[in-house]
């Protein structure tokens, strides 16, 4: 589910970026336009360029403050769904002999009817024990980012000022290899802390959402301007010290949820009974029985 769900998100963002670069129009004369442009763009260059006025006129440092505020009102919710998120491994935990039963009896299923019903069990025992399917991760966080990572593509990608921008020799209006390297190493240095105090079983796990965040990341910064691939790298050191945070938080989280376990002890589902497996022989031996009652009977007339 987290694989599908982290795919689901990759998705998204992907096409919000493509569809968001392709919403401003362009005139005959190549003048930008466009509801993205006007109302996102235009308000974030002045924004950048006040507040680089402010920052000794670098508007690298006035994208980083840009990208320290948006992180910093999303934090407080970007904790609370990775808090959700830890409680939500820590109860997988305690029910995986459970779902490891069930799997391998979907495996063993010998029809379609057989698997869903398997497959609604295994419902049920998320149901039961109060986890979510999707690991109590959500997407507001993102959605709430997706018009600021509208604006600054916007305003980089159609400002003179900003696309001809210099930050510590980064031309802010190209792609920076720098940047996407930094980006890369930022996220998969998050992806490593997010491991730690995890038990080696969801270690194991966790593996490739490891791989797929730091690859979406380097590949968003790679196709942007590096304007757009600081505000990632920024968002990359924010996002190690989110998982800090909630690394220094898991101790008390897992006496947390021991402490609820005891209270609601983990519920089994009721097994799915197949009726295939229980009636398969009897017709062959109602069969066999009948065919020996048939022969006696004809010997009988012989006889």
Known sequence: ????????????????????????????????????????????????????????????????????????????????QSK????????????????????????????????????????????????SMTGGIGCLPLLIQMPIFAALYAAIQYSPELSQSYFYGINLGQRSFTLVALSFVVYALQGWLSTLGVPEAQRAQMWQMMIISPLMITFMTYISPAGLGLYFFVGGIFACIQTLIINYMRPRIRKEVLADLKKNPVKQPKKVVTEAKETTVEPSTTSVTSKKKRNAGKQNRHK
């Not at 129009?25 to 763009?41: C, I, W």
């Not at 109860?91 to 069930?102: G, N, S």
């Open 84 to 131: 959700n998120a830890t409680i939500q491994q820590e109860k997988i935990a305690h029910i995986k002999p459970l779902m490891e039963d069930i799997t391998k009896r979907q495996k063993e299923a010998t029809s379609d009817a057989e698997r869903m019903a398997i497959n609604q069990e295994m419902m049920q025992l998320y149901r039961d024990n109060n986890i």
């Open 1 to 80: 589910m987290k694989n599908k769900k982290l795919l689901a998100i990759t998705a998204i963002m992907a096409s919000a970026m493509f569809f968001l670069s392709g919403c401003v129009q362009h005139t005959a004369s190549g003048k930008p336009y466009g509801f993205v442009y006007d109302n996102l763009a235009v308000p974030t260059q002045h924004i950048l360029v006040w507040l680089s006025q402010i920052l000794g006129n670098s508007l690298g440092w006035a994208i980083i403050v840009i990208t320290f505020i948006v992180r910093l009102v999303l934090m407080p919710i970007m904790i609370k």
